[in-house]
């Protein structure tokens, strides 16, 4: 005969007479953080929409503007190919930090150690101003007089080219870093099984090593990103139509600073928003085949809550 005490493992066990009364689980602490939080965004809100002084009107007007848009579409191709030359010299540089070269070793060492000691600021002005420098820009064999290729500064280097050669600079050397933290957080075990196989190192890196240490370089990297998307508006110093500079010409023109302002703010949340979408699903992409403990999305856990309701629904009646 089974114990009364002992319990039932569900409801389907339990006698037809007797109906289990589900408690839900009480969490005061929560319910407080949640009421603070809904004070504060409420709070925020009403200020917000209640004050005429940020002048909605005008920034409904000057959002979808052509010039902002040409301004919005420079920042974005200087982000994609600031990220795309950044990642080609960033991954090349952090191979040569991890090969057993001193020479291409301290090569690597001094241009990290250069790049990112210098404020981008300062060295877009430098390359601006490089023509200064040297008239004309050459390719030959050093000590001799033999040159391949040989054009004038002035016509190579010009507002987008700057821009897009600073950034990339300076991104290559922060990405070098995030990718040789990956590369090195990759289990020694992993590097010995791919020497096993007798792979040429080339192969062991690009189709064994680097597929595991993505998923340690992809946060980061896209923060990265996310920070070189935002860090285009310094490109201004050049007098470069990107979006903060647009937003510039046009506030300073019409004295509508808070709303125009709040123009190029909302361009760059919806940046970062893209961003930040793209990286979770990149993420999980490359997570593939990971045994990891991860967290229902709320529509599953709405839809269980909802089940398990009819079904105590159902039973009791």
């Given at each position: 005969?089974k114990?009364?005490?002992?319990?039932?493992r569900?409801n389907?066990?339990?006698p037809?007479?007797?109906?289990?009364?589900?408690v839900?689980?009480?969490?005061?602490?929560?319910?407080a953080?949640a009421?603070?939080?809904?004070?504060?965004?409420t709070?925020?809100v009403?200020?917000?929409?209640?004050?005429?002084?940020?002048e909605w009107?005008?920034?409904?007007?000057w959002?979808f503007?052509?010039a902002?848009?040409?301004?919005l579409?420079?920042?974005?191709?200087?982000?994609?190919?600031?990220t795309?030359?950044?990642?080609?010299?960033?991954?090349?540089?952090?191979?040569?930090?991890?090969a057993?070269s001193?020479?291409?070793n301290a090569?690597?060492?001094?241009?990290?150690w250069?790049?990112r000691s210098l404020?981008?600021?300062?060295?877009?002005?430098?390359l601006y101003?490089?023509a200064y420098l040297y008239d004309?820009?050459?390719?030959?064999?050093?000590f001799t007089?033999?040159?391949?290729?040989?054009?004038?500064t002035?016509?190579?280097?010009?507002?987008?080219s700057v821009?897009?050669?600073g950034?990339?600079?300076?991104q290559?050397?922060?990405?070098?870093?995030?990718?040789?933290?990956?590369i090195?957080?990759v289990?020694?075990?992993q590097?010995?099984?791919?020497?096993?196989?007798?792979?040429?190192?080339?192969?062991?890196?690009?189709?064994?090593?680097?597929?595991?240490?993505l998923?340690?370089?992809?946060?980061?990297?896209?923060?990265e990103?996310?920070?070189l998307a935002?860090?285009?508006?310094?490109?201004?110093v050049l007098s470069m139509?990107?979006?903060?500079?647009t937003?510039?010409?046009?506030?300073n023109?019409?004295?509508?600073?808070i709303?125009?302002?709040m123009v190029?703010?909302?361009?760059?949340l919806?940046?970062?928003?893209?961003?930040?979408?793209?990286?979770?699903?990149?993420?999980?992409?490359?997570?593939?085949?990971?045994?990891?403990?991860?967290?229902p999305a709320?529509?599953?856990l709405?839809?269980r809550?909802?089940?398990?309701?009819?079904s105590s629904?159902?039973?009791?009646?």
């Open positions: 005969m114990n009364p005490d002992a319990g039932w569900d389907a066990d339990a037809n007479d007797v109906v289990l009364k589900v839900p689980a009480r969490y005061p602490w929560r319910m953080g009421a603070f939080a809904l004070f504060i965004i709070g925020v009403q200020s917000i929409a209640t004050n005429p002084r940020w009107g005008v920034f409904a007007q959002f503007d052509p902002i848009l040409n301004g579409g420079k920042t974005l191709l200087l982000t994609l190919l600031g795309l030359f950044g990642s080609i010299l960033g991954t090349g540089l952090a191979l040569a930090r991890l057993r001193w020479l291409l090569l690597a060492w001094s241009y990290i250069l790049f404020p981008l600021l300062l060295v877009l002005i430098i101003n490089f004309s820009l050459s390719l030959g064999v050093p007089s033999i040159t391949f290729f040989t054009h004038a002035t016509d190579l280097l010009d507002q987008f821009a897009v050669l950034l990339s600079l300076v290559a050397a922060y990405t070098a870093e995030i990718i040789r933290g990956g090195v957080g289990d020694q075990g590097h010995e099984a791919a020497a096993a196989l007798g792979l040429p190192p080339y192969r062991r890196t690009f189709r064994i090593i680097l597929p595991q240490a998923r340690a370089i992809l946060p980061t990297g896209f923060n990103v996310i920070s935002k860090g285009t508006s310094i490109v201004y139509p990107e979006l903060f500079y937003v510039q010409v046009i506030y023109r019409t004295q509508q600073v709303p125009l302002l190029a703010s909302v361009w760059y919806c940046i970062t928003t893209v961003l930040s979408v793209l990286q979770h699903f990149v993420e999980n992409y490359f997570a593939r085949g990971v045994v990891r403990q991860r967290r709320r529509l599953t709405f839809r809550s909802a089940t398990l309701k009819e629904d159902v039973r009791s009646a």
